[in-house]
């Protein structure tokens, strides 16, 4: 079953543009993952964000964690249009080496 | 460089064939690993869990009897997908915990593209 739902499920903006993606989870977690996957390749991981931490930062990729709202949002700065894929959150319920559960996925497309 | 590798990275076979995917750990040993299934323009659905020594653990509505997993070693699980059929193709990948300084990190294989004619 799916655990994250992003949102939105698709977003097309201008290259140089701020991208905000979000995602919201039902279950307690041990942490929670962003991926990126462009058409037909594999996955990428991005960043991932522990449950007892809240912010972090890798490049232009600025991760947030709310537990209490069980939500996470994703946002890249500056895109280009490179960035241009698939985003999707994974998160981790039980031990830190157990499954990931994958949410529906965004599609973000940057125009150059 | 890649830390988990799948071969091979695309296969067409013929219905009521089967097919055999690897998935191997490069520089680390995993008594897990995990078998995912995309179609396109979806999510990856989590098939079964392989366990090292002992049977994989298969989520709900997968057929243990069509996707065969085997995790013989610590480094090498196996899925074989038996009499494919068209609806079976698919993106299969692997993905195995490696462990860090601060716990276990997810790497994924780059998957493996299957197609049933």
């Known amino acids: 079953s799916q655990q994250g739902e992003e949102d939105p499920q698709a977003l097309s903006i201008q290259e140089g543009e701020n991208a905000t993606m979000n995602c919201s989870y039902k279950?307690?977690?041990?942490?929670l993952q962003w991926y990126r996957q462009n058409s037909g390749r594999g996955l990428v991981h991005l960043i991932l964000?522990?449950?007892?931490?809240r912010e972090k930062h890798s490049g232009r990729l600025r991760v947030t964690l709310d537990t209490s709202k069980k939500s996470s949002s994703l946002l890249i700065t500056a895109s280009r249009a490179a960035d241009t894929a698939s985003y999707f959150c994974?998160?981790?319920?039980?031990?830190?080496?157990?499954?990931?559960?994958f949410g529906k996925g965004i599609t973000l497309s940057v125009r150059p | 460089g890649a830390v988990v590798s799948q071969h091979p990275s695309w296969v067409i076979c013929k219905s009521g064939t089967s097919v055999k995917i690897e998935c191997r750990s490069l520089?680390?040993?995993?008594?897990?690993m995990f078998w995912y299934r995309q179609f396109p323009k979806q999510s990856l659905m989590l098939m079964a869990t392989?366990?090292?020594?002992?049977?994989?653990?298969?989520e709900q509505g997968v057929e243990k009897d069509k996707f065969l997993i085997n995790h013989a070693s610590l480094t090498l699980s196996t899925l074989t997908v038996t009499s494919a059929h068209p609806e079976d193709s698919s993106f299969y990948i692997c993905?195995?915990?490696?462990?860090?300084?601060?716990?276990?990190?997810?790497?994924f294989g780059p998957g493996t593209r299957l197609t049933v004619t």
């Open positions: 993905s195995a915990p490696k462990p860090t300084s601060g716990g276990y990190e997810q790497y």
């Open positions: 279950t307690s977690i041990n942490n």
């Open positions: 964000i522990r449950s007892n931490e």
């Open positions: 994974a998160t981790v319920e039980g031990g830190a080496n157990s499954k990931l559960t």
């Open positions: 520089d680390f040993q995993a008594t897990t």
């Open positions: 392989s366990n090292e020594g002992s049977k994989a653990t298969y």
